[in-house]
């Protein structure tokens, strides 16, 4: 069954580069992500992982943790990482499971609809769409999910603009425009009337009846 907004994201306990992890023990309070990718020693998921290492400190001011999936062996990720660290100049210090059952990819609607994972002579094609994302919030539901095709990498700016977005919205009757950079204006829920959204969020910019903006709060 497929993952959908407000689930809640799939427990499991798996080995990692980091030890054994039961990921909602491991997310603690805050937020996590997990992005998944079709193999170790690849050229694009070489980039997407360092990518992920130069944003750490990013993603640790907004509390939110970053795990990575491969249905590789840790022994594998702990080799593939000096690769990812060099290309990055950065230290690549988040886990990455151990997915060699598939269990983590299948409980997470990560594979393909068509996949084949042979023990032997395993090439990325195999699993080809296993590159996907979810961006959970300390409730453990699913917030944000994204898929990509093997040949396309991962935009991470997009990924962490999005967090901010999800953040920014959390509990609070807003929602955030097309293009919302964090500072930009907000869209008022129209669960609010004008005179109640303007004692929250003071003046509005009113385009339609619909369509009211206010100052991020």
Known sequence: MAIRINDIAPDFTAESTAGPIRFHDWMGDGYAIIFSHPRDFTPVCTTEFSAVA?????????NTKVIGVSVDTVDEHAKWKKD???VAASPADFPIIDDTSLAVSKAYDMLPAEYYAPTEGRTPAHTATVRTVYLVGPDRKVRLTLSYPMSVGRNFAEILRALDAVQATDGV???TPANWMPGQ????????????ARERFGDLDIKLPYLRFARQP
Do not use: H
């Open 185 to 196: 204006d907000v869209i008022v829920a129209l669960s609010l009337n004008d005179e109640q």
């Open 54 to 62: 130069q944003l750490a400190g990013e993603f640790a001011k907004r």
């Open 84 to 86: 990812i660290e060099a």
């Open 173 to 175: 009757p807003i929602a």
